[in-house]
């Protein structure tokens, strides 16, 4: 584990409450360089809604988010001038989409969507923006001849594969993913699954994951949230919660996932 | 409490118990007590009847079993780190450099060829990519795992298989503890020969090694000392 | 006004006439911003210039001579009919001759004829949000332009670039507005672009159904947008005008019979003009 330097991200007592509706209810973590962290639970469990807080596309009730910014000074997400705030998102965060259609420009090509980020940072040069989304296009395993083509001729693999490719480009130290796998078939998701893990570890991404698929939590993550009702049950190392669980809900949930 | 120099883990007072709250919350006490070390160098073997929690005790060393009571001091270069009260992370760094393992059950991944799943585990625990590559291959040789294998996925394989590809995972590494939950299980003569010869060879490395054999054999090849777990029976 | 329905002077009362002129200068002051302005109801529908006429009418004065161009000509219906609206209603002067004006409403097209500080020219303008087809949200809009967060026109032209192998835009061609503001500069030729950076005139943009007012100050630097590799490039013409013999202007493609013949004549018909009338008095010296 990439240690030494403090956490990248830290949340504290973070609560969501619409009217007496509790969304998400005083959830705490840390994240590291490098750490996978899975948020796992069944719908309404508020996993979504956590994800969201921490991507700072909902404001919480309560609570406070801190992560280290690229020069190393740690900052209050909220107390963020939302021009820093969307440059943050586009540039050191990337968000994979549960819907693709949601993390891509259905009407501009492949090409188009990678380069996106690069040119609202000031890339001012198509010949090099282009071969930057064609090698990022190699890299997810998207044949390079596809670069032209819209979104809408692609597969959903091959969708989720793009948004990767278009949120990789400007080297994001944190990566939000939600359901990332949900609707593909299983060989697809292996696919994805394989590639998101090369890189995790090629590029010591962060990332938080959620997923009711307790096989993907195991596959990538390093560590676990299991959260219900809005609250978290437990947590811990992934493969520790999975074959030792310790809560009620913990069991319920290991047990009833079919492929064990 | 460390005894000598040469101590890499140290068992001291450990309990189980596993609470099955689907059962009603029917409490399952496996072990209690559980106290020894282990010395850089030999190979300890957990003994007793099936069920009595051999494995159990193995997978929390290993950090993947929660520890109910006690501690479990691992030596990490200058320091000890006791699995039973470490964070994710520390037990992760530990398991990337100080705690090898070699399951009964490969989990595979998919899609990532029986080569590059031993390579991988090579390149976590530091060593760089061609060397890691070229260790791999070596083990997988040495283990009878024909080359047209090497870039399928391990899924498809004999449990035999598999079970190379597990010990291969475990001994391409470097740990200076290795824990070892029937390794030998489902192979011929020859390949547990193998085995036995790894084992021996990281003996003289210098490797504290842990482990769980059911065939008498083996056992009596690669063990300097017998633990008789069901001492430690709740 | 003799009998009937009597205006006020050039339509709009007074009222509507200040509230629009606060718009315009707010947008003077923020070059390149799309003011929102409470939009009139005009005799005429939207899509006939309501914004570049409201915005005349705000500013005009009894002693402006106005002129109004249509595509570059004085004599298309529109221009003729806003022309009149303004005699009737403003009592005012008008003229063809660009250097004589001192409010020029035109619908997409800059007059070629350099323009002299004092002078306003007033856009007709359609659709002012320049990333309106990309973005159609415009709380997304309304964000961008606030942020500087203009990644997403550019992608429009690495679109043309990887479609054409160009930048096809060729009207509308968005433009940077004191390194600040993205704009629209309504549907002229990308041609008149390069005349709207640094210009001595007050340049206004007017949108009646989108109830927007922009504005360009005297002396302002507009920079169309393109990439290093591949530059902003005005469009040449192969051929000079066949009746003036310019070069430099842009050029209309006249059909001038059933057989599919064609010439190519300035679209400013006011310079043309002008052109054809120094070579007679010349007595057709070279």
Redesign the interface.
């Known amino acids: 584990m990439s240690g030494g330097e403090g956490a990248l991200l830290t949340a504290a007592g973070l609560t969501k409450l619409y009217g007496a509706r509790i969304g998400c209810m005083d959830v705490s973590l840390e994240l590291h360089a490098g750490e996978v962290l899975a948020v796992v639970g069944e719908s309404g469990s508020g996993k979504s809604t956590l994800l969201a807080l921490l991507a700072t596309q909902l404001r919480p009730t309560r609570g406070r988010i801190r992560y280290r910014m690229r020069d190393g000074v740690v900052r209050d997400l909220f107390a963020l001038a939302e021009a820093e705030r969307r440059f943050l998102l586009r540039t050191d965060w990337g968000f994979v989409h549960q819907d693709a259609r949601l993390g891509l420009r259905m009407g501009v090509s492949a090409g188009g969507n990678v380069g996106e980020r690069l040119m609202a940072v000031g890339w001012r040069n198509y010949g090099r923006i282009r071969g930057e989304a064609l090698d990022w296009l190699t890299r997810v395993e998207i044949d390079g001849e596809r670069i032209d083509d819209l979104p809408t001729t692609f597969s959903g693999g091959m969708r989720q594969r793009l948004q990767i490719a278009k949120n990789m480009v400007t080297a994001p130290r944190l990566v939000f993913m939600d359901e990332p796998t949900g609707g593909l078939d299983v060989s697809v998701q292996a696919r994805l699954l394989d590639l998101m893990r090369g890189l995790v570890a090629d590029h010591a991404l962060a990332v938080v994951i959620v997923t009711h698929d307790l096989a993907v939590a195991r596959l990538l993550s390093h560590r676990l949230l299991v959260m219900r009702h809005g609250r978290v049950i437990e947590t811990g190392l992934t493969d520790q919660v999975l074959d030792d669980p310790r809560e009620p809900y913990t069991q319920l949930l290991v047990s009833a996932d079919l492929r064990g | 409490m460390v005894a000598t120099d040469t101590t890499m883990v140290q068992v001291t007072g450990v309990a189980k118990t ?5 059962r009603g ?1 029917a409490a399952l006490p496996v072990l209690r007590g559980v106290s020894f070390e282990v010395h850089a160098g030999e190979c300890v073997v957990l003994d007793g009847p099936s069920g009595v929690g051999k494995s159990c005790l193995l ?1 929390m060393i290993f ?4 520890i109910d009571a006690g501690s479990i001091l691992v030596r990490e270069g200058q320091q000890w780190t006791d699995v039973a009260r470490a964070s ?2 520390d ?3 530990l398991r ?1 450099s100080v705690l090898g393992y070699v399951s009964q059950f490969l ?1 595979t ?4 060829g029986a080569l590059d799943v031993v390579t991988h585990s090579a390149r976590d625990n530091g060593l760089e990519a061609a060397t890691a590559r070229a260790r791999a291959a070596d083990l997988l040789a040495r283990l009878a795992i024909p080359e047209r294998l090497w870039q399928l996925p391990p899924a498809t394989f004999s449990g035999g298989e598999q079970q190379r590809i597990n010990i291969a995972r475990g001994f391409v590494a470097t740990h200076p503890v290795l824990l070892l939950d029937e390794p030998t299980a489902s192979l011929d003569q020859t390949n547990r020969a193998a085995v036995i010869e790894f084992i021996r060879h990281r003996k003289r490395a210098g490797t504290a090694l842990i482990g769980i054999f059911h065939d008498e054999d083996v056992k009596r090849q690669v063990a300097d000392r017998s633990i008789d777990i069901s001492r430690f029976r709740a | 006004m003799t009998g009937g329905i009597s205006y006020n002077f050039a339509y709009l009362d007074e009222q509507s006439k200040r509230s629009i002129r606060r718009a315009i200068l707010k947008a003077v002051a923020i070059p390149g911003y799309q003011v929102p302005f409470p939009s009139r109801e005009m005799p005429m529908p939207y899509g006939w210039g309501t914004g570049g006429v409201q915005v005349t009418a705000s500013i005009l004065g009894p002693h402006d001579v106005l002129k109004v161009i249509d595509q570059g000509a004085d004599d298309t219906t529109n221009a003729v009919s806003i022309r009149q609206f303004f005699a009737r209603t403003a009592g005012v002067r008008t003229t063809t001759d660009t250097g004589a004006a001192s409010i020029i409403q035109t619908r997409h097209r800059l007059p070629e004829a350099p323009l002299a500080e004092g002078q306003i020219v007033v856009y007709q303008v359609p659709i002012p949000e320049p990333l309106r087809f990309l973005e159609p949200r415009e709380s997304e809009t309304r964000q961008m332009h606030a942020l500087e967060d203009y990644g997403l026109m550019h992608v429009k032209l690495y679109e043309d670039i990887a479609r054409h192998g160009h930048i096809a835009t060729a009207y509308a061609y968005p433009v940077m507005v004191e390194d600040r503001y993205l704009m629209d500069p309504s549907p002229t030729p990308k041609f008149d672009n390069p005349k709207m950076h640094m210009s001595p005139a007050l340049q206004l943009f007017g949108a009646g159904r989108e109830q927007r007012i922009y504005a360009l100050p005297p002396y302002t630097r507009v920079v169309s947008l393109d990439f290093d590799d591949h530059p902003f490039a005005r469009t040449r013409f192969e051929k000079p005008c066949a009746l003036c013999g310019a070069r430099d202007s842009y050029l209309d493609e006249v059909i001038i019979d059933d057989a599919g013949g064609r010439m190519f004549v300035c679209s400013d018909t006011d310079y043309c003009e002008g052109r054809r009338a120094q070579a007679a008095a010349a007595g057709g010296a070279p």
Not at chain 2, 18 to 22: D, S, Y
């Open positions: 596993f609470v099955m709250h689907l919350g997978k950090g993947n079993y929660r994710p992370r037990v992760l760094r990337q989990r991944i998919p899609r990532v």
